[in-house]
């Protein structure tokens, strides 16, 4: 499986942006599991938001509850996600990965495929 994630730029505070991620390769039925996962300058890769890729139990962290939403497009292997009300510490390069695994997971560790990030920027 291939990911590339499109979409990040420069927003101000309070602005939106939606994340794409597109999957690809002759391995891609055996994604089971999506997600988001963002690192800013000097800090760990941390948890976003994942979806299994067939059921609908999305989850986000609570840094982002009410403001991010996870979603996806199985017709067109592509995944998303979208983020409102940003705000200058959602700051950071986000990730789309994807997992084997058939539950939705948190940890980084279980996600084996990742894209090649895209960079975020909220000004204040």
């Known amino acids: 499986v291939q990911l590339q994630a499109f979409g990040g730029g420069l927003v101000q505070a309070g602005g939106y942006l939606r994340l794409s991620c597109a999957a690809s390769?002759?391995?891609?039925?055996?994604?089971?599991?999506v997600g988001w996962f963002r690192q800013a300058p000097g800090k760990e890769r941390d948890f976003v938001a994942a979806i299994r890729w067939s059921g609908n139990d999305p989850t986000v962290a609570d840094s982002v509850k009410g403001r991010f939403a996870i979603s996806r497009d199985n017709a067109n292997n592509t995944f998303y996600l979208q983020m409102n009300s940003l705000k200058p510490e959602d700051t950071a390069v986000y990730y789309c990965?994807?997992?084997?695994?058939?539950?939705?997971?948190?940890?980084?560790?279980?996600?084996?495929?990742w894209g090649q990030g895209t960079e975020v920027t909220v000004s204040s």
């Open positions: 990965a994807s997992s084997s695994i058939r539950q939705v997971i948190t940890a980084r560790k279980w996600y084996t495929k």
């Open positions: 390769g002759r391995t891609v039925t055996t994604v089971a599991t």
